[in-house]
């Protein structure tokens, strides 16, 4: 059962324009959230996180937001770059300590 | 700074060898380590959870015997893929939490023969 979930397989920008990739979860019980953008043939690279007490987390380019009550988060790349282009996996837990489920990804292409 | 290290990178063997992959955390201990395994095109699915000094939790559908997970130090955890078969191919990376966040390892992409 897939716990976090990425809809969005692939999406594709222009450069300069916004970049919205979204994140939907099931278990009520997760507290912690993460972006984290992949390349191909490499680890994850974490991008930025968001607890449950607060909506919203900015850091520089990319803000993150939750909608607990949706069960919703999304990032928002603005403006976008060509060297956005990756796969990104919205992650969630719940404590800490605990593991990390994975959304299957959204590949992210920004056209220049 | 903290950081997480994986060796080797990348890894090509024969059916039926084993790899030992080692994930190590620099600049800080790690009390836990989780281990995440990702097939083409899937998201990236937990294999086991790695405690210093005891045994590994692992998930369901995921065979002890044959990832074998060491957490001999506050710093370097194992996994060694026993007698490793083509469907074992695939990228497996190790992950610890900090007290700032969650630090992912670069990843050891396998390739079985």
């Known amino acids: 059962d897939q716990q976090v979930k990425q809809n969005s397989p692939s999406l594709s920008v222009q450069e300069g324009r916004i970049s919205i990739l979204n994140c939907d979860y099931t278990n009520s019980m997760f507290d912690y959230f993460l972006w984290y953008k992949k390349y191909p043939a490499e680890g994850p690279t974490f991008l930025i996180s968001?607890?449950?007490?607060?909506d919203k987390n900015e850091d520089g380019r990319f803000t993150v937001f939750l909608n607990k009550s949706a069960k919703h988060l999304s990032l928002h790349i603005v403006p976008s770059q060509p060297g956005d282009s990756a796969v990104y996996f919205c992650a969630a837990s719940a404590g800490t300590g605990n593991q990390f489920y994975f959304g299957t990804g959204t590949s992210l292409t920004v056209i220049p | 700074g903290a950081v997480v290290s994986q060796h080797p990178s990348w890894v090509i063997c024969k059916s039926g060898t084993s790899v030992k992959i080692e994930c190590r955390s620099l600049?800080?201990?790690?009390?836990?380590m989780f281990w995440y395994r990702q097939f083409p095109k899937q998201s990236l699915m937990l294999m086991a959870t790695?405690?210093?000094?005891?045994?590994?939790?692992?998930e369901q559908g995921v065979e002890k015997d044959k990832f074998l997970i060491n957490h001999a130090s506050l710093t370097l955890s194992t996994l060694t893929v026993t007698s490793a078969h083509p469907e074992d191919s695939s990228f497996y990376i190790c992950?610890?939490?900090?007290?700032?966040?969650?630090?992912f390892g670069p990843g050891t992409r396998l390739t079985v023969l």
């Open positions: 992950s610890a939490r900090t007290s700032g966040g969650s630090l």
């Open positions: 600049d800080f201990q790690a009390t836990t």
């Open positions: 790695s405690n210093e000094g005891s045994k590994a939790t692992y």
């Open positions: 968001i607890s449950s007490i607060k």
